[in-house]
């Protein structure tokens, strides 16, 4: 607490100096959080000044107060501010001298009060215009313990149809930090609730309590669970077109989506499956998302398996091998076999010759070839 008083001593003493007249506020988001009892991650200032020029000039050496906005009027306004509960001020110097005079505009203190997120009615007329304003509001919510007016949700999801004008790269940005969030399944749930999830994507997130389990790193985890509703085959288009993913966010999607719909039991076999597809570097991500989804015995075994893992490169054969052995140039057919020789060197470590691996492909795609006949 000393370093925040430290810091408005700081502004205080700086702006006083360079507009003598000018008065310092602390406001909007930075104020809700500071009455919330949590420390704001940025703090806000407005400073009152007849002197907009001489401020303008100022607003470079500002930078020195780290995590600090400025901005500036003639008179204080809570014009910047997209929700009411975000249009409260005080003066700077009350707070220095412990006066407890929190003052707003829209209602504000009220709203704050109540715990309800209401957007203000200038939001509201250039909300059209403003689609990410939806990612104020959907921050404040996971922030704060507040509710959503149910006013302001219908006007949302009137108004959905203008998500459609948010760049695809970032809605993926946007999802991936839902693990950030203090509550993911929350958020996913006022998604799908304003109807922006359908108005993005075609339908609604799935709302899975196994996200909440999930760590930031655990981003192609989370995106294999909320669009767990769409096939597999028709994935990767999706999230090309609907979500702006790039090509090696949607093969690690597609790993993950694959291994967890395939699970059927907690066998030993199951897990020579797991073991054959899922990366080194995914690991303790596997074993939480496992563990999550309730295949506690299956995240276990994982773990203490870790050391069998194989990526390509300690394969004793290479795709080219497959080539020149088979006739292969199917990118599918190769892909299929060297997963193939991955399982069963997993299961049986000794097979990790060239002359014996060939061999037992070879039988494989014989009896494959059986069955298909």
Known sequence: MNSVKDLIINVKNFITTELPNSKVYLVGESLRESLSNRKPL??????ETKELERFEKISPRLAVFKNSKFFAGRKINSDKEVLTVNCLYVDINDILNNVDNIQSFNNGMRDFTKGVIKLTEKAKLSFDDSPYVIFTVLNTLDLTDFYMDPNTTYFIFNKRSVFQAIEKRRIFNFL?????????RKFISYLNTMGISKKLFGVNLVESPVVNHLKP?????????????????ELELFLTEKCGFLLKDIDNVLKVSKIIRSIEDESDQQLDVILSQVDKNRTVSMCRLLKAMNF????RNLRKQKSRLLVKKDLCITESDLKVSFGINDALELSKLIEIAKTKIISNPEFNNKSKL???INNERTKLCQDQN
């Open 176 to 184: 991936k930090d839902t693990l950030k969030r203090n509550h993911p």
């Open 217 to 233: 790193n655990d981003i192609y985890e989370f995106f294999s669970v909320i669009f767990d509703n769409i096939e597999v085959n």
């Open 358 to 360: 060939l061999l037992y």
């Open 296 to 299: 506690k015995l299956l995240a």
């Open 42 to 47: 940025t703090f806000e200032f407005f400073v």
